[in-house]
């Protein structure tokens, strides 16, 4: 079954609009949440690790929240170059090391 | 900034050939790691490596595959005789000490192309 779930599928913004993204996760005894941005073609690109509920990271224009059962990536007065996929990975702790993903939402941003 | 690094960017294979694909992960760290990710699909696991030994690997990871560390630097996924399905863009990331919930870094990928 699917333990990491992410909304909207795809989101188009207009420069400046304020949004967030949404990921939604089942996994229990929850290690790290990590979120990621791909751009077309390229690698996962590393942007914040959560670990407890409560817990906030920002950077640049991007804050990630953590609650019991979800993490929000807001986005902040974004610009055309956030357009990208940006990907929600768990670590469950249960298996070293291996993460599970997300779907992914792609953001687009307009000028 | 370190980071890790891929090679080659691109693969086109006929299918039954085996392919290998190289990474040198981040000077330091310990732990490495392959994914892949089928186009329009989900970046999905398929093995852990530390201390020249598989760690975990997925159902994915069957018996066509295998990993190595053939040197100080280089870490390598081997493909014996792929398959269509095979065809998907291949992430290695390295992290540090593997720990539990700690970063893993990913490189740009190789795309691989079975035909």
């Known amino acids: 079954e699917d333990q990491v779930t992410q909304s909207p599928e795809a989101l188009r913004l207009q420069e400046g609009e304020s949004s967030s993204l949404n990921c939604s996760y089942t996994v229990s005894g929850l290690r790290g949440l990590f979120w990621y941005r791909q751009d077309p073609g390229k690698g996962p690109e590393f942007l914040f690790t959560l670990y407890s509920a409560g817990e906030e990271k920002e950077k640049e224009r991007l804050k990630a929240t953590l609650t019991k059962k979800e993490s929000f990536l807001h986005i902040t007065a974004p610009k055309p170059e956030d357009s990208a996929t940006y990907l929600c990975?768990?670590?469950?702790?249960?298996?070293?090391?291996?993460?599970?993903f997300g779907r992914g939402t792609q953001l687009t941003v307009w000028p | 900034e370190p980071e890790v690094t891929q090679t080659p960017s691109h693969q086109v294979t006929q299918m039954g050939q085996e392919v290998i694909l190289r990474c040198v992960p981040i000077s330091n760290h310990l732990y490495f790691y392959w994914y892949r990710q089928i186009l329009g699909q989900k970046v999905e696991f398929l093995v852990s490596?530390?201390?020249?030994?598989?760690?975990?690997k997925s159902e994915i990871f069957d018996d066509q595959f295998s990993v190595e560390r053939p040197d100080g630097s280089n870490f390598t996924l081997k493909i014996r005789s792929t398959k269509l399905e095979d065809s998907a863009m291949y992430f290695c990331?390295?992290?540090?000490?593997?720990?539990?919930?700690?970063?893993?870094?990913f490189g740009p990928g190789t795309r691989l192309l079975v035909l």
């Open positions: 990975a768990v670590d469950r702790g249960s298996t070293l090391g291996r993460l599970y």
């Open positions: 990331a390295s992290s540090q000490q593997g720990a539990r919930g700690e970063t893993q870094y």
């Open positions: 490596f530390y201390n020249n030994e598989i760690s975990e």
